[in-house]
């Protein structure tokens, strides 16, 4: 038999190891070794058992035959990763630069194994004509336990472990003696771990209105006539979008495939689950962070043996193993959660792009304020570009009113609740309407400082300042460092020291002096730690047992509550001006989400908008809800400042424990770069720079920025950067992360 050899990435990640090595495929393991099959190896001079993924497989050995060693086994309860998703991690190492074990790593399913879970149950192997018998020969034993359990098995023949143990009282010692009197048998069998919850079917199918069914009945003949398409949905918020992906999804399983639903926050899980399940039943599943390894693994394997139809997930969703996948929908298609901030910094619009093309499936993005990249691109024609223009309830858009805070302060309200918005919660309080508070910053101040010599408090692992909240605590939102808030400056010692700025929980804090009989929840990150903590809190305010939520960007994406009619939006100004060239397009994209909260029901809504600037183009266009006129202007600005999607931009990222070797590193670097690429004049470098955090967990950072016009003259940058020397001859190591068209700045 001809001898066959494997090529097997090793799981370490680490820049050495980044490589294949070849090892001989025992016979036994011929018909069981393929492409993406996780293996166990021999690896290194101690021969130390490791796991490694297959990426290719050949018949000419590398080197001596003698010298290769063999794969000693399938990896125990390992899903295989198919050819398609190896071929897609190879994309993603050259299109987005890292290692290819991170590339692998990030689109396996599962990182580890874990054991299944088991459940008993307790089985008559007796025959039933018996029964009575055995019930007389244990009255007169006075066997108690055995004729309670030999009668409940009279009526059914299966009862679970737990039933028997616990309501039944049995003992482990009566169920090893009744088995062994060959009366009852105990059967093991593997279950998985429940993740969803079992929500009522959708009793009446909504009726589509014409411009919801115009979009079906095109993608419909699309898939009949074998056409693929990647669609832009565009759609004003309440506009039906929802519906639509149902429908579309439905065409795909008619034919025998599978779909994959991306959602950017976790605080959409409870929802759209429950919209969907409503129409897929238990064929619908959800992948997030919030499930236990256990949890991930079931539902990835349920999804690889195709017990499941539909997955529900943010980004990692993606990587699902389907093997009929047919249908990729991205919800919210502009949110920036999509991009990774980890190697490989992928985005999953742009991934999602590449997988329905390996797989022959079609992908549909959806947005009620698209992304700038993906409009222009429908404009172009590379992507098919569908249009709703009215709300799927006919009802109207909520009226907006933009309040000019510079105003407030010269009429003398110190509040962050503005005259007009304090008048609009009593009224809605006062007929029992629900109102959604949205601010873009958790936490109860911003920063806290001293007034008498300045000093503001800072981590001492990171270049930022710490954020103050309500348990007089102050916090690192980046490395966690935590101190009590002192009563006296550090510095000067002066009790004039206190927090400045605004956060949800302030907000929450004023709103209920203002209100005191108004029932509140809060939602942000600090009150969704725990497991389901989403849920409850959506589900208490969609059951009425709040009047008002306060909270960050998870309130104001895509959630459907009928009863909100007054949404106020505290400080349009946070996104406006950070240090971003998205910061326009992102202020947009957060006050048009959040204005289209209002007014989905039968009662006319109301938009509040606080802004220090209210002639910013951004902010006049979010409160009309008017996408076009934001693009235009928009897309004007890319194109003079040459930043995507005029533009392409990498950024490379240069960290190191050394400050003093890294600005070494960093400026040999650039001009490595310029020498080497002088004769592009397309070609555009800044930097390096120090970035706006120069320090993070005692990591010094700083940036290079390159601009091309065409991407994959950046690719080949990157290709260049990747075989540089960047530490030298010294012991101190620098490393390169690669950032193409960053979602956030540095």
């Given at each position: ?9 090793i ?5 050495d ?5 070849q090892y ?10 393929t492409?993406?099959s ?6 290194g001079r101690?021969n130390?058992i ?7 497989i050949s018949?000419i050995p590398c080197?001596?035959?003698d010298k290769i060693k ?7 309860d390992?899903?295989?990763v198919?050819?398609r998703l ?7 190492k050259?299109?987005?630069?890292s290692?290819?074990i991170n590339a692998l790593k990030?689109v396996?399913?599962?990182k580890?194994t874990?054991?299944a879970v088991?459940r008993?149950?307790?089985i008559?192997?007796a ?5 009575p ?6 009255k007169?034993?006075n066997a ?6 030999i ?7 299966k009862l ?6 616990a309501?039944l009282?049995?003992?482990s010692?009566?169920l ?6 060959g009366?009852?048998?105990i ?5 998985y771990?429940a ?8 009793e009446?199918?909504?009726?589509l209105?014409?411009?919801q069914?115009?979009i079906v ?8 006539e074998g056409i693929r398409?990647?669609?832009?949905l565009?759609?004003?918020t ?7 992906y ?8 008619e034919?025998?495939k599978?779909a994959?639903v991306l959602?950017?926050?976790i605080?959409?899980?409870y929802?759209?689950v429950?919209y969907f399940?409503?129409?897929f039943?238990d064929?619908?599943t ?10 991930k693994?079931?539902q990835?394997l349920?999804a ?8 529900i997930g ?5 990587f699902?193993p389907f ?5 990729i929908?991205?919800?919210?298609e502009?949110?920036s959660?999509y991009?990774s901030d980890y190697p490989?910094k992928?985005?999953?619009r742009?991934v999602?792009v590449?997988?329905a093309e390996l ?7 959806g947005?009620?304020?698209p992304?700038?990249?993906?409009y222009r ?6 992507y098919k570009?569908w ?7 006919n009802?109207p858009?909520?009226?907006?009113s ?12 110190r509040s962050?609740?503005s ?5 609009d919660?009593?009224?809605r309080?006062d007929r ?10 958790r936490?109860?101040?911003?920063f806290?400082s001293?007034?008498s010599?300045g000093?503001?408090l800072?981590?001492?692992?990171c270049?930022?300042s ?9 916090i690192?939102?980046y490395c966690?460092?935590t101190?009590?808030?002192?009563d ?8 004039l020291?206190?927090?400045y700025?605004?956060?949800?929980q ?5 709103i209920?002096k203002?209100f005191p009989?108004a029932?509140t ?6 009150t969704?730690t725990?497991k389901?903590s989403h849920?409850?809190i959506?589900a208490?305010f969609?059951n009425?047992?709040?009047d008002?939520?306060?909270g960050?960007?998870m309130i104001?994406?895509g959630h459907?509550f009928?009863?909100v ?5 505290v400080?349009a100004d ?8 998205r910061a326009?397009?992102r202020?947009?994209d ?5 204005a289209g ?11 509040v908008i ?5 002639d910013n ?14 693009y235009a ?7 003079l ?10 950024v ?5 424990q050394?400050e003093?070797?890294?600005d070494e590193?960093a400026?040999?670097?650039m001009?490595?770069?310029q020498?080497r690429?002088s004769?592009?004049?397309?070609l ?8 706006e955090?120069?320090k993070?967990?005692?990591?010094f950072?700083?940036?290079?920025y390159?601009?091309?016009s065409r991407y994959?003259k950046l690719v ?9 020397d960047?530490s ?6 620098v490393h390169?992360?690669?950032?193409f068209?960053?979602?956030?700045m540095?």
């Open positions: 038999m001809l001898k066959k050899y494997a090529d097997i990435i799981d370490i990640s680490h820049e190891v980044d490589r294949t090595f001989s495929i025992p016979d036994r393991l011929l018909d069981l070794i492409i993406g996780m293996v166990q190896i021999p690896f101690g130390h490791r796991t490694g993924y297959v990426i290719g018949d080197f001596a035959p063999e794969i000693l086994d399938m990896a125990e390992g899903i295989t198919s050819g190896i071929a897609l991690a190879a994309w993603m050259e299109h987005y630069g290692t290819m990030t396996m399913p599962v580890k874990v054991k088991a008993k149950d307790v008559l192997k025959d039933k004509i018996r029964i018998e055995l019930a007389e020969a244990y007169k034993k108690k336990a055995k004729l309670r359990l009668s409940e098995l009279a009526d059914t023949e679970p472990m737990d039933i028997v143990t309501k009282n049995i003992s010692q009566t090893k003696a009744m088995e062994s009197e009366v009852i048998s059967e093991t069998r593997s279950v771990r993740v969803t919850r079992k929500y009522g079917g959708n009446d199918e909504i009726v209105n014409q411009e069914q115009c009945d095109d993608f419909q003949k699309d898939i009949t398409h990647t669609y832009l565009h759609g004003i309440g506009s039906g979008k929802t519906e639509i149902v429908r579309a999804i439905k065409t795909v399983i034919q025998g599978q994959i959602i950017p926050e605080a959409l899980t929802q759209t429950k399940t409503g129409y039943g064929r619908v959800i992948l997030n962070s919030k499930l236990s390894s256990g949890e693994y079931d990835m349920r690889k043996n195709g017990e499941v139809d539909v997955v943010p980004r990692s969703a993606l699902t093997s009929r996948l047919g249908l929908i991205i919800d919210e502009h949110e959660s991009k490989p992928y985005h999953a742009e999602a590449k997988r797989e022959g499936a079609s992908l549909i993005l947005s009620a304020t992304s700038v990249e993906s691109k429908a404009l172009s024609g590379e570009l249009q709703l223009h009215k709300r799927a309830r009802n858009l909520a009226e907006c933009i309040v000019d805070m510079r105003q407030e302060l010269r009429l003398g309200n962050v609740i005259y007009e918005l304090a008048q919660i009593s009224e309080l029992h309407e629900q109102i959604m508070l949205f601010i873009n910053k936490g109860f101040n911003s806290v001293c007034r010599c000093e503001v800072r981590c001492p692992h270049d930022v710490l954020t103050k909240h309500n348990n007089k605590m102050l690192c939102h966690g460092y101190i009590s808030e002192p006296a400056c550090p510095s000067c010692s002066s009790k020291i206190g927090g700025g605004t956060g949800t302030k907000v929450e804090e004023e209920n203002l009989g029932r929840l809060r939602m942000d990150k600090d969704t725990k389901h849920e409850t959506l208490a969609g009425g047992d709040a008002i939520l306060i960050t960007q104001v994406k459907d009928p009863k009619t007054l949404v106020g939006i400080l946070l996104t406006l001006f950070a240090n971003d060239y326009g397009e202020t947009f957060l006050l048009t989400q959040a909260r209002a007014g989905r029901g039968e009662l006319p809504g109301k938009v606080q802004t220090y600037q209210p183009y951004a902010i006049v266009s979010a409160a009309k809800q008017d996408y076009k006129s934001f202007c928009e897309q004007s600005y890319r194109s400042m040459k930043y995507p999607p005029e533009y392409h931009m990498m490379l990222l240069l960290v190191s050394s003093e070797l890294l590193t400026d040999r670097l001009q490595e770069i020498c690429f004769a592009d004049h397309a555009r470098l800044v930097g390096p720079s120090v970035p955090i120069s993070i967990k005692d990591i950072r700083r940036v290079l390159i601009k091309h994959h080949e940058i990157k290709d260049y950067i990747e075989l540089y960047v030298g001859k010294t012991d101190d190591m390169i992360q690669f950032d068209n960053p979602i956030n540095y």
